[in-house]
């Protein structure tokens, strides 16, 4: 069993800047490509970003292109997601979970999501 811890989450300006967590634990983190999903208030939840075992190849839904960036530290079990000149519209919960599917952008084809962050932009 794996588990996922996300943290970074808070209140921010339009236009601000977060850093978003997530340490795995139970497994070799190496060995999953893994993602970042949010999901906001009354709307299903939707693919963020995404990056490879290796962290050579990244991915972005075109709502983050240029704005968010995927990285990860494989010696420290963590996954980032840094997220500037952020939009009301970002406003949602976030979440990391583990692509059963590398390079995939289908919610349903990630697993063992963790609890999730809230993230809050102000206008």
């Known amino acids: 069993q794996v588990q996922l811890v996300e943290s970074g989450g808070g209140l921010v300006q339009a236009g601000g800047s977060l850093r978003l967590s997530c340490v795995a634990s139970?497994?070799?983190?190496?060995?999953?490509?893994l993602g970042w999903l949010r999901q906001a208030p009354g709307k299903e939840r939707e693919f963020v970003a995404g990056i490879t075992r290796s962290g050579w190849s990244t991915y972005y839904a075109d709502s983050v292109k240029g704005r968010f960036t995927i990285s990860r530290d494989n010696s420290k079990n963590t996954v980032y997601l840094q997220m500037n000149s952020l939009k009301p519209e970002d406003t949602a919960v976030y979440y990391c979970?583990?692509?059963?599917?590398?390079?995939?952008?289908?919610?349903?084809?990630?697993?063992?999501w963790g609890q999730g962050t809230q993230v809050t932009v102000s206008s």
């Open positions: 139970g497994r070799t983190f190496s060995n999953y490509a």
């Open positions: 979970a583990i692509a059963r599917v590398q390079g995939t952008a289908v919610p349903d084809e990630y697993d063992y």
